[in-house]
């Protein structure tokens, strides 16, 4: 058994609170076990450059971890004066996904940015980046409805995200920290409600993987995400628009 005496295909708990920050158009907190991500979404009613006059829209992110958000301090990156590769990674990674669900010409001429700062870091902080940035957009989108600004949803379906592992020779679902730190295989996997992928990262950290053990990868994580988008279903009254 898993710490927590969790089953290799169980997901840590779960949950989804909204309407957490008083001035964003749109915010959660995300829990999933000790993992805690805020996302707040923010409208502004311009575009980057390469979209100025075409109609359409813009989805967009960014993701810090908070100085103690780990079990060590880490140094805030705006005082370092540049981004790591790995906050610009996620950054991309959680803006893709969210573009990837989106008609950005019914979104119109504006963007929506989801700022997703880590509170605290159990591992897979990506993953509940983009199951609660998705949640917190769809309610600054119900915002541009009730002001009259959008008639028609701009969300053609759900996206959430999971962690998959395989560690101990086991393949593993919703990896916490010290499972991640052990991992085998380390596999974050994005999809959509209707099942397709949006992103598949995988990577073998001390020993491949098999096309068995990817297999078992996708069925766990899969199940994992259709549990996550029950709760952002849950979270947002039962509907997306």
Not at 208 to 231: S, V
Request: proline fraction near 2%.
């Amino acid at each position: 058994m898993r710490q927590s005496n969790r089953r290799p295909e169980e997901l840590r708990p779960a949950k989804i609170n909204t309407g957490v920050l008083k001035y964003a158009e749109g915010s959660v907190l995300i829990h999933t076990g000790d993992t805690q991500v805020l996302c707040a979404a923010s409208i502004r009613n311009e575009v980057p450059r390469f979209l100025e006059n075409t109609g359409s829209g813009w989805v967009t992110a960014e993701y810090a971890l908070l100085p103690r958000s780990t079990r060590e301090r880490v140094k805030r990156e705006s005082a370092e004066g540049r981004l790591q590769g790995r906050t610009q990674e996620i950054q991309r990674l959680i803006g893709r996904s969210l573009r990837a669900v989106m008609d950005l010409n019914a979104l119109g001429e504006r963007t929506i940015v989801l700022d997703c700062d880590v509170i605290q870091a159990d591992g897979g902080t990506r993953t509940a980046s983009v199951t609660g940035a998705f949640t917190a957009l769809v309610q600054a989108l119900r915002l541009l409805r009730e002001r009259g600004e959008l008639t028609a949803s701009p969300i053609r379906e759900a996206v959430a995200a999971v962690s998959v592992g395989v560690v101990d020779d086991e393949v593993l679902l919703d990896l916490d920290y010290e499972e991640d730190h052990r991992a085998q295989t380390d596999l974050n996997l994005v999809m959509t409600s209707s099942g397709a992928f949006v992103e598949i990262q995988g990577t073998a950290e001390k020993k491949p993987f098999d096309a068995q053990a990817l297999d078992r990868m996708l069925e766990l994580g899969t199940k994992g995400i259709r549990a996550l988008m029950q709760i952002q279903l849950e979270a947002l009254g039962g509907e997306l628009w």
